[in-house]
């Protein structure tokens, strides 16, 4: 069986799923090399302002190893943020067939990806995207720099078309490229026949004073600049001045912009803030809505696995062409694109949609997104070892 070494930071619930599908294959023998050792009991998020313990299981299913980090502010916000002398050590003595690492703009990622070149096929696994790129010399340094590093890598796992561009830019070939979607795990957000999840998410409904004919527009993530939620909500203020029947807005999550939002929503009865929710409780919370919104303009909104779990849960979408998936993901049968500023056009035309064609948009992202499976991206990585 051949072996592969998966280099990554720490355990997060997106990829804890897929490794252990891939292990239980046995198609592979999988190790996992976890470079930021002090978060193997919780991570500090900074944009949250809070540690973060994921109430689903993580380390389960798969071999995996916490390789030390000697940095003196380990964490993943900054190049020598990851520094593992022991690191190249440690895989050597796994000796696998090929190495899978995350992300480059780490000092060991990257000393991996450098070492091992022509000794075993390096690949690479990122969600970069040129969507927020300027032309300046900056932007030409980078591609430089960018060109550079991607010598190293022999194959990389692409999630979606606008990466792909992203790659295909910065020196990979096409023959190079191999689409692993970016997936989420369905089936924990998909209802069983008895529908639990939506009578969940209709009883908090009626907790929260929304009657079953009120639109509720859903956000739900970290409340930073890159997100926009301030930008939403203002948009539904406006829309709302004009409506004898108000728009619904549910904020879910924490973060810097919390206070602010807060603030700026007391005089509004059609605005209600929900905190944090941990994994378990997503599949109600996305039921909460009759759409997803995730109006992000970027920088750094590479994806939006959002969406995917919106989708997965039977919501309709609407994402800002800032938004990584958006391409990949949001046709006109399951919600809209809208170019960053006109989140009001597109309210106000949610406004003329009867309940029922929302709910046929909704359960037509939920037959959609059963393609950007698990299932297909580990198989992706199995053909090419």
């Not at 071999?63 to 440690?90: A, C, T, Y």
């Amino acid at each position: 069986m051949k072996k592969l070494a998966i280099i990554t930071t720490h355990p997060i619930q997106y990829n804890a799923p897929w490794f252990a599908l891939l292990a239980s294959r046995r198609e592979i023998d999988l190790k996992v090399f976890y470079t930021w050792s002090q978060s193997r009991e919780k991570v500090k998020d900074k944009t949250f302002g809070r540690e973060i313990q994921w109430d689903i299981p993580l380390l389960e299913g798969y071999s995996f190893e916490f390789v030390e980090n000697v940095s003196k502010k380990p964490g993943s916000h900054n190049f020598f943020g990851i520094d593992n002398p022991s690191l190249i050590w440690r895989i050597n003595a796994f000796n696998p067939d090929a190495i899978l690492v995350f992300g480059w703009n780490f000092k060991s990622h990257l000393k991996v990806l450098r070492y091992f070149k022509g000794k075993v096929p390096v690949w690479f696994r990122g969600d970069s995207t040129l969507l927020d790129e300027n032309p300046g010399v900056k932007t030409w340094l980078r591609r430089q720099i960018l060109r550079w590093v991607y010598q190293h890598v022999e194959k990389a796992f692409y999630v979606g078309l606008a990466n792909k561009s992203y790659f295909l830019k910065h020196g990979l070939l096409e023959s190079q490229l191999v689409n692993a979607p970016h997936a989420i795990d369905i089936d924990r957000f998909s209802d069983n026949i008895e529908k639990k999840y939506e009578e969940k998410a209709k009883t908090w409904r009626q907790e929260l004073g929304f009657s079953s004919e009120d639109l509720v527009i859903l956000f739900a993530g970290k409340m930073e600049t890159k997100k926009q939620p301030d930008f939403l909500m203002e948009a539904v203020i406006k829309v709302n001045e004009k409506q004898l029947n108000p728009i619904k807005l549910i904020l879910v999550g924490n973060g810097p912009l919390e206070a602010g939002l807060k603030e700026r929503a007391k005089s509004y009865n059609f605005i209600t803030f929900i905190p944090f929710q941990n994994q378990t409780m997503m599949p109600v919370v996305y039921r909460l809505g009759d759409v997803f919104c995730l109006p992000s303009k970027g920088p750094g909104e590479t994806w939006g696995l959002a969406v995917n779990e919106a989708m997965a849960s039977g919501r309709a979408v609407i994402v800002s062409d800032r938004v990584g998936c958006a391409e990949d993901l949001v046709s006109k049968s399951v919600g809209w694109i809208l170019p960053t500023g006109e989140l009001i056009i597109w309210l106000n035309l949610l406004l003329k949609l009867e309940s029922k064609q929302l709910r046929e948009m909704g359960n037509s992202a939920m037959e959609q997104i059963q393609a950007w499976s698990f299932e297909r991206m580990v198989k992706a990585i199995e053909s090419e070892i």
